[in-house]
């Protein structure tokens, strides 16, 4: 199915089922610890053995020397792997370092070896007696001192419209500030896993992935075999937030280790190597200037971020959003990308709007001051409708003028002090603050097959995966939908690459996409079922198991009686979203508490609104947003991978030293979703709201700590140490 108009009335608008606040059909599973995950298939594959990864201990240089013999002598060894034997490898498009290193090596913790044993604990005692000899060669760790030898990205070149230098020199009012972020780690609970096992020269791994089409033709690459001789499982995926999108380290060496010791073999990344051999957010320092007539609107704006990679890597697209977000004829938006050798830099939730909109929403903030404006009218004196940089482009939908007053009314912003550090309750200084939220509306083909059997019962098949996001229960809920059937009647089978290729789970896209492809499916199968029952497909109704028309009501299930049907079709997208501006829309509000004595940050309650189209099931969908914020939480006040500079390693690789949020950590949360369908998105009429709900949350946060304090922080996390010295003097 093609969708390149937009879609009009369709059966999703029944909302018989879709919308419903429908709780997770895989929770059962879950919390009865029946759910698969990678490391526990202990049923798909007997005489499993354990394999332990050896990363390198240096950040640059090469390797001199490996010896292995006293490690394969070890007890319950059966083979290591290293460079040396794992015959010739390829690289992936997804990965920017080789998973496996050697004799090179490009950064810290690269796996350099794998040690396979009847055990694990004989793996991981076998690699400690790998001993390897390295040839260190100096490194660049340190974003600041690459700064100014960074360059403009081939994929990514400036963008403007107007003229900034002329627009801001002439604006009467100005703020030109300079804000950074650290180098983040995803954190998932489940860590990088994989069983491999070969059948002839036939690869099975059944692993922990979020884009199972992409993993499988990289393995293909990486290994030189044809795709068709590889099948990737990953039913269920413990969080991934972005660093599960890629063919990682754990799935290649499996596959080596399984071939090697010629028995099925599975690995486990240890956390700290999870931290430094997978990939991270990395650090941006990003440069925001504004120039406003004496009235509030924007005239100019600019912002440029740096960021670092590993050669051949990309950057952290920390412009994307000012492009689109606030309304002024002459702009600049630019990226320059430093080369790094830390670990390699990467997509982590909201990639580009979580770490730019720290920034951009904190300027904004800033700049509503200088003007003695009121920062929720300051954003919405500065809406647009239209794409800033193409006019003719308008946004095929877009409130966040209604999500900013909606949430303001909801929160009690008129009760906020706008002069800082006035507020007290007790020991601690209270303050409000805000930001827009936004995150642009991606759409990828993706393909799903649908069987209806002699009972009645729905299948659906996609290789979508559900990285605790609900892709089971929307997915379901679509099927149930569109064939009129309870979502009992349903069974969703997700995750595997012998399923027809789905969008996969990430940017965003994937509750949308992945349904409208169930969507496309199941308007083949209701064609198939009409034929079957001898009515017409346009004008038949699917509802409570039975098919109506023309006054006759024939039941779903007698179309298969005589054997299963089944259809196959994916969603492929046109040109609409060359013709509209698509995203999705949303302000957070945040009031803090501050320690007057210590300048401890206490997060007290948190308001997100949304628009992103129909929400196709408010309860996950709402679970999704708090998550969201719970990491732009993180993001503001505690998260930061600490760099090694002399060894270029991240020090606190752990979940001891790499601190994330806890239940204390965040108070009440509430969630709103304005009701929104956006037919020019698809057929769904629906976006993404799953990164949307991290965008702006920093910048929210740093804005109420500024309102608590008078201290304006422009280096996260905002940590006390950074407060402490600036705090009001204590009556």
């Known amino acids: 199915?093609?969708?390149?108009?937009?879609?009009?009335?369709?059966?999703?608008?029944?909302?018989?089922?879709?919308?419903?606040?429908?709780?997770?059909?895989?929770?059962?599973?879950?919390?009865?610890?029946?759910?698969?995950?990678?490391?526990?298939?202990?049923?798909?594959?007997?005489?499993?053995?354990?394999?332990?990864?050896?990363?390198?201990?240096?950040?640059?240089?090469?390797?001199?020397?490996?010896?292995?013999?006293?490690?394969?002598?070890?007890?319950?060894?059966?083979?290591?792997?290293?460079?040396?034997?794992?015959?010739?490898?390829?690289?992936?498009?997804?990965?920017?370092?080789?998973?496996?290193?050697?004799?090179?090596?490009?950064?810290?913790?690269q796996a350099i070896a794998l040690v396979v044993a009847e055990t694990f604990e004989q793996a991981r005692a076998a690699a400690q007696l790998v001993r390897v000899d390295y040839r260190r060669t100096q490194g660049r760790f340190d974003l600041a001192r690459a700064r100014d030898s960074a360059v403009v990205p081939k994929s990514d070149p400036d963008t403007g419209a107007g003229d900034f230098d002329t627009g801001f020199a002439n604006a009467p009012v100005q703020i030109d500030v300079t804000y950074t972020t650290p180098d983040q780690s995803h954190a998932m609970m489940e860590p990088h896993a994989s069983i491999a096992a070969w059948n002839g020269d036939e690869l099975t791994v059944w692993t922990?992935?979020?884009?199972?089409?992409?993993?499988?033709?990289?393995?293909?690459?990486t290994l030189g075999i044809p795709s068709e001789k590889v099948r990737l499982d990953s039913p269920y995926i413990g969080g991934g937030f972005g660093g599960k999108l890629f063919l990682r380290a754990d799935v290649l060496l499996a596959a080596l280790g399984a071939r090697a010791a010629k028995r099925p073999v599975k690995v486990a990344l240890t956390r700290p190597l999870m931290i430094n051999n997978t990939t991270h957010r990395p650090a941006t320092i990003q440069r925001i200037r504004i120039g406003c007539d004496r009235d509030g609107k924007i005239q100019a704006i600019a912002h440029e971020s740096w960021s670092g990679d590993l050669p051949g890597g990309g950057p952290e697209v920390a412009t994307q959003q000012t492009r689109w977000l606030y309304a002024g004829p002459n702009r600049r938006c630019a990226l320059r990308l430093a080369t790094l050798d830390l670990p390699e830099g990467n997509a982590m939730r909201a990639p580009g709007e979580a770490p730019g909109m720290m920034a951009l929403e904190a300027a904004v903030d800033e700049m509503a001051e200088k003007l003695g404006m009121d920062p929720v009218e300051f954003r919405i004196r500065n809406d647009t409708q239209v794409d800033p940089e193409r006019p003719e482009r308008p946004f095929s939908q877009r409130q966040l003028v209604e999500c900013l007053r909606t949430g303001a009314d909801r929160f009690g912003w008129d009760r906020r002090n706008p002069k800082p550090a006035q507020v007290r309750d007790g020991?601690?200084?209270?303050?409000?603050?805000?930001?827009?939220?936004?995150?642009?509306?991606?759409?990828?083909?993706?393909?799903?097959?649908?069987?209806?059997?002699?009972?009645?019962?729905?299948?659906?098949?996609?290789?979508?995966?559900?990285?605790?996001?609900?892709?089971?229960?929307?997915i379901g809920q679509t099927a149930a939908e569109m064939m009129g059937v309870p979502l009992e009647r349903v069974v969703v089978k997700l995750g595997d690459s012998s399923f027809p290729v789905s969008a996969g789970s990430g940017g965003q896209w994937g509750a949308n996409t992945s349904t409208s492809g169930v969507f496309a499916a199941c308007m083949k199968l209701r064609e198939t079922v009409a034929g079957k029952l001898g009515v017409d497909a346009a004008t038949a109704e699917f509802v409570d198991g039975q098919v109506r028309a023309n006054g006759r009501s024939l039941s779903l299930a007698d179309a298969a009686s005589d054997g299963e049907l089944v259809a196959e079709d994916s969603i492929e997208f046109g040109d609409l979203d060359k013709k509209f501006q698509q995203s999705t829309f949303g302000a957070h509000f945040v009031e803090v508490g501050v320690d007057a004595y210590t300048g401890e940050c206490r997060i007290r309650r948190m308001l997100a609104v949304c628009a992103a189209g129909r929400i196709l099931n408010p309860k996950s969908a709402r679970s999704q947003v708090i998550g969201a914020m719970t990491m732009g939480a993180g993001a503001a006040l505690m998260e930061e991978l600490a760099i090694d500079q002399r060894l270029g390693f991240f020090v606190n690789h752990d979940l001891a030293g790499y601190e994330v949020p806890v239940h204390a950590d965040i108070p009440h949360q509430e969630v709103i979703f304005l009701d929104e369908t956006d037919p020019i998105s698809s057929p769904m009429k629906a976006k993404g709201v799953g990164e949307l709900g991290i965008c702006g949350v920093g910048g929210a946060v740093a804005n109420a700590i500024y309102n608590a304090t008078g201290v304006r922080v422009r280096d996260y996390?905002?940590?006390?140490?950074?407060?402490?010295?600036?705090?009001?003097?204590?009556a």
């Open 717 to 730: 996390p905002i940590t006390l140490d950074k407060l402490i010295g600036k705090m009001p003097a204590v």
């Open 1 to 109: 199915m093609r969708f390149d108009t937009p879609a009009t009335t369709n059966p999703i608008d029944q909302l018989r089922v879709i919308g419903k606040p429908t709780d997770r059909i895989d929770g059962p599973f879950k919390t009865t610890g029946t759910a698969p995950y990678a490391y526990e298939r202990h049923d798909v594959v007997p005489n499993q053995a354990y394999g332990y990864v050896v990363g390198a201990t240096i950040a640059k240089g090469r390797i001199a020397s490996i010896d292995t013999s006293v490690a394969q002598k070890a007890p319950g060894v059966l083979a290591v792997v290293t460079a040396r034997n794992a015959g010739k490898l390829g690289k992936g498009n997804f990965n920017t370092a080789h998973l496996l290193g050697g004799p090179e090596i490009q950064h810290y913790h």
């Open 208 to 221: 922990s992935n979020q884009m199972i089409n992409w993993g499988k033709q990289d393995m293909a690459r």
């Open 427 to 474: 020991r601690w200084l209270v303050g409000m603050g805000v930001a827009a939220a936004f995150r642009n509306n991606l759409v990828m083909k993706s393909g799903a097959r649908v069987r209806l059997d002699g009972r009645g019962i729905v299948t659906v098949e996609t290789d979508m995966t559900d990285i605790g996001t609900g892709s089971y229960t929307v």
